[in-house]
């Protein structure tokens, strides 16, 4: 007979965010049948009855299981991987899966220095024998393809220098973009030439000026006013606060109701921004991943924050 503790200690191992392999290892070596079958009437999450009071796996939430196993697997292969090689693989599996996921591209393409992407889109033609911008054009379709495109192609100045009334300028001509294309028959932002030349051209020190500019013409922040234009306002953050996009991050995917994708969105940060300064979502996050995430993941999670506060 199973006694409480062993039941808690299964649910534990596989409820959260990955899976306590070592615990289940001690459960299933020390365990005897007619144990065991005690230990599934105590985890009713994971083992049913039917009505003929046959007992089976909750199909459900195998499925889940078999998402939570693959989270490491995942961060391990995309950690091994050469850096190039790994951001073609996401490109193209993001544009495979269509528009949900084309926030990856505009993370790629923005948290990315101009040397690691264009790595990125040498990786792709060897591998696909493609180009990521031939591949965007073809399949991607609406007001997203101009801007994709254009992000993907960018190779931006990243030295300091900063044009002050440009950066002012162009923060007016954001602004008269944004707030002229809120009604039903007016394009969006993200189809105004201007828009995507400000975004896909600037350097990210000259676009964070342009931020604080348009903040001060405006009552609020680029990003506030850009709810409506998801896509739009990802990129913004990506490029200009990024800590804010890397902390939803983390927010989203620790939550007790998180959806496999908000997981596999942490997975890809941990596994891919190696030169972002995770400090501050180090501290915020902690205690929460150790709440929630479980084995060897969530070393791999602590062990990279671990790194990034030294």
């Given amino acids: 007979m199973a006694n409480p503790c062993e039941v808690e200690v299964l649910n534990n ?25 005690s230990m599934r009437k105590g985890c009713s999450k994971f083992f049913l009855e039917d009505e003929r009071q046959f007992e089976r796996w909750n199909d459900s939430a195998i499925k889940s299981l078999k998402a939570e196993f693959k989270l490491f697997k995942d961060v391990v292969v ?34 990315r220095s101009s040397d690691q992407l264009l790595g990125a889109r040498k990786a792709y033609h060897s591998l696909f ?36 009334d440009a950066a002012k300028s162009e923060a007016k001509a954001l602004l008269n973009a944004i707030k002229n294309n809120n009604g039903d028959h007016k394009k969006k932002a993200m189809e105004e030439d201007e828009v995507i030349w400000i975004l896909t051209t600037r350097s990210k020190p000259h676009l964070k000026v342009v ?16 709810e409506v234009e998801l896509l739009l306002k990802e990129t913004v953050e990506c490029l200009c606060t990024p800590q804010t996009y890397f902390t939803r991050v983390f927010d989203t995917a620790l939550r007790e109701d998180a959806k496999e994708d908000a997981k596999k969105a942490l997975t890809r940060l941990v596994a891919t921004q190696e ?15 150790k709440e929630r995430v479980k084995g060897a993941y969530k070393d791999v999670l602590l062990g990279v924050l671990a790194d990034d506060r030294q």
């Fill in 13 to 37: 191992a596989l409820s959260g965010i990955g899976v306590d392999e070592k615990s289940l290892v001690s459960i299933l070596t020390k365990s005897q049948n007619e144990h065991k079958k």
């Fill in 78 to 111: 995309l950690s091994l991987m050469h850096p190039w090689e790994r951001d073609a693989r996401l490109l193209k599996k993001a544009l495979k899966k269509g528009p949900p996921h084309y926030n990856v591209i505009v993370e790629i393409a923005c948290t």
């Fill in 129 to 164: 024998d493609r180009s990521i911008e031939e591949d965007l054009a073809s399949h991607v379709k609406g007001s997203e393809r101009k801007l994709l495109v254009a992000l993907v192609s960018a190779y931006r100045y990243e030295g300091p220098k900063v044009k002050e």
């Fill in 211 to 226: 931020y604080e500019q348009y903040k001060k013409i405006s009552a609020k922040t680029i990003t506030e006013d850009l």
């Fill in 275 to 289: 030169d972002v300064d995770l400090k501050g979502i180090a501290a915020k996050f902690e205690d929460k991943i």
